[in-house]
């Protein structure tokens, strides 16, 4: 039901925007989130946003470079990617919390659906 596209490779302090889709299902009534595992590593939250935008949430180390934000009349979340390091090298997901509320967001639990994932690739 989700879609993420937007990925690719780019080269470290460039930008790119991630965007995830629905199908079949709004996204209006749910926090939204973006993961990202790297080779070897656990699935770690980079950012959360509640339902109506007004909350979010920022791991530390992409605080004041990533922009979480949502258009619930195009069902559409996204991911505003600045400063890229190459340490922000990871397949990208984006998930639809299994709450209404804004309390739980964190751990992959948290999440019904996932979207496919996507690819970025930041070369030193």
């Known amino acids: 039901q989700l879609q993420a596209s937007g990925g690719g490779l780019v080269q470290a302090g460039a930008s790119l925007r991630l965007s995830c889709t629905t199908s079949g299902r709004a996204i209006s009534d749910r926090s939204m989130g973006w993961f990202r595992q790297a080779p070897g590593s656990e699935r770690e939250v980079v950012a959360a946003?509640?339902?109506?935008?007004?909350?979010?949430y920022y791991i530390d180390s992409v605080k004041g470079r990533f922009t979480i934000s949502r258009d619930n009349d195009k069902n559409t979340l996204y991911l505003q990617m600045n400063s890229l390091k190459p340490e922000d090298t990871a397949v990208y997901y984006c998930?639809?919390?299994?709450?209404?509320?804004?309390?739980?967001?964190?751990?992959?639990?948290?999440?019904?659906?996932w979207g496919q994932g996507t690819l970025v690739t930041v070369s030193s």
């Open positions: 946003i509640s339902a109506g935008a007004k909350r979010s």
């Open positions: 998930a639809m919390n299994r709450y209404i509320s804004f309390n739980a967001y964190q751990r992959p639990y948290d999440y019904e659906y």
